[in-house]
């Protein structure tokens, strides 16, 4: 149903002011664009869109391809997260952890809380069980994707980094013999990369504002707060532009510290919650595990179940998108495989971590029951599930958002700019011009609808997708090699004379 079908085109002032009339135009903008790039087929009774099928047979093909690495070297990506196995004066400018924080604080987001909600409702429960095994996959895409980011980086002469995959699509192509084809690679995949960081940012600002409106309640703060959403934007916008100002440095710094904070305090908001309901748990797991094959009332059955998990997870946790390899790229390693190991630490995070407590905390409480998957306000659901255990729940959950949305927000302004730059020139002009677009999302974002604003994230991240894994499949043969030498080395013990502490 068109967002802008019911709204007459009359005077601003008729239609509610500045929300309505942002909502109105970019509405019917991102229905149109999501209808192209969601293309579906009819699969098992399901619409299956070829985009997701195309992000999951990725992640199928590289954990076979790497022979479960994302399993076997899961300990030693921790072991270098923690500072072990890095020579101090390596090329980069952030750490392992810093890397990784930056990246997890652009994966970890209201993804997480409002997308499982989205699942769970338009899914059912069992729409859980397929986010966990997208993010399983998912661990070795990033795997394959982070360690060519590092591969192909671009190392300025004041120590700066640009890499991601315009420079791997470009240079690697090339390298094997496809320089025409990496170049239009590269390019259209920093294109999206510029809008689609616009997309996720008005995501994050429209989630973050709709829960600080439910806080605020039906009083007079809650009506102005409501009646005004871009207000809040417009508030948020100043603070982001504040930390972003800095480059990847404070945008490093700031995340390195709020991503274990706000994932503590997220995760404990769950545990508390799924103790206090404690019994229900077993029935929840196995309502989320037998809703994966045989779930009821559920548009496409077991498989519309798979595909609305699947969706919702690689959006959450991006592998195969590309976006990651830009924050990777960034790190102090003379070894690109060590980053592709640390990488693969972000979809267990977010997926299967995160993901899940979520997911257990809508079940367990029951509230999706009575949501409507066609009027669903995903924050919101998962408000209801903190607020049926105490009252002032929801407050926290509130902190929560505001940090994750932040958060995100921050690596993807870095993430946008890197596109815009390698399309425009890495010049000051140019990131200025690219950080003025991206702040004015914010408070398209935070006064817009939220189909409208899914729509449009969702349809543009995912583009990316298309020119990125064409370009991991064609370096399959590059990347198989770096892993399986590196890890034969590191068996050896070749790389303990150089370990060192990151703090």
């Known amino acids: 149903m068109t967002i802008a079908a019911n709204v007459a085109t009359t005077s601003v002032l008729a239609q509610g002011g500045v929300d309505e009339t942002l909502n109105r135009y970019f509405g019917s903008f991102a229905e149109r664009v999501a209808d192209i790039i969601f293309y579906s ?199 982001v532009a504040a930390v972003i100002i800095g480059g990847i440095k404070s945008i490093a710094r700031v995340t390195s510290v709020l991503v274990p904070v706000m994932a503590v305090i997220y995760f404990l908001g769950c545990l508390v919650v799924i103790v206090v309901n404690l019994s229900a748990l077993p029935a929840a797991v196995g309502e989320i595990v037998a809703g994966a094959f045989s779930p009821e009332g559920v548009a496409g059955g077991a498989i519309g179940a798979l595909i609305v998990g699947f969706q919702r997870a690689t959006f959450s946790n991006s592998a195969g998108v590309g976006d990651a390899p830009i924050a990777h790229s960034q790190v102090k390693t003379n070894r690109p495989a060590t980053e592709g190991f ?68 921050l690596s993807n302004s870095f993430y946008g700019m890197k596109g815009f730059g390698y399309l425009f020139g890495d010049s000051r002009t140019a990131e200025m011009v690219y950080k003025g677009i991206f702040l004015v999302f914010t408070v398209i974002g935070a006064a817009s609808a939220l189909e409208a604003v899914i729509l449009f994230a969702d349809s543009i991240f995912f583009l990316m997708a298309v020119s990125n894994v064409i370009g991991l499949y064609f370096l399959a043969r590059v990347i198989r090699p770096e892993f399986v030498q590196y890890w034969a080395k590191l068996k050896a013990g070749e790389f303990d004379r150089v370990s060192v502490n990151s703090s």
């Open 41 to 239: 087929v009819p699969l098992f009774g399901a619409d299956v869109p070829l985009i997701v099928t195309w992000l999951v047979i990725c992640g199928v093909f590289f954990t076979l391809w790497l022979k479960f690495l994302n399993v076997r070297g899961m300990m030693h990506a921790i072991a270098l997260v923690r500072g072990k196995y890095t020579s101090p004066d390596a090329p980069g400018e952030v750490t392992h952890f810093q890397a990784l924080a930056t990246a997890v604080a652009s994966t970890v987001g209201l993804g997480n809380i409002a997308g499982v909600a989205v699942a769970i409702t338009i899914g059912g429960p069992g729409a859980a069980f397929w986010m966990v095994l997208a993010g399983f996959v998912g661990m070795s895409t990033k795997m394959a994707e982070c360690m060519l980011g590092v591969k192909y980086r671009k190392v300025h002469d004041d120590g700066s980094v640009s890499g991601g995959p315009m420079y791997y699509l470009r240079h690697g192509l090339a390298q094997i013999g496809f320089r025409r084809l990496g170049l239009v690679l590269a390019s259209a995949w920093a294109l999206c990369m510029m809008l689609a960081a616009l997309g996720t940012n008005a995501f994050q600002a429209n989630q973050a504002t709709a829960q600080l409106v439910s806080v605020a309640g039906d009083g007079a703060l809650g009506n102005a707060l409501g009646g005004n959403r871009w207000i809040i934007g417009l508030t948020m916008a100043v603070v």
């Open 342 to 409: 640390v990488a693969s630490l972000e979809p267990f995070i977010d997926t299967i971590v995160i993901c899940s407590m979520t997911a257990l905390t809508i079940v367990v409480t029951g509230v999706f029951r009575d949501a409507d998957a066609l009027d669903v306000d995903g924050v919101t659901l998962t408000s209801r599930s903190f607020e049926s255990v105490v009252s002032w729940f929801p407050y926290v959950l509130a902190l929560a958002v505001l940090l994750f949305a932040f958060s995100t927000i």
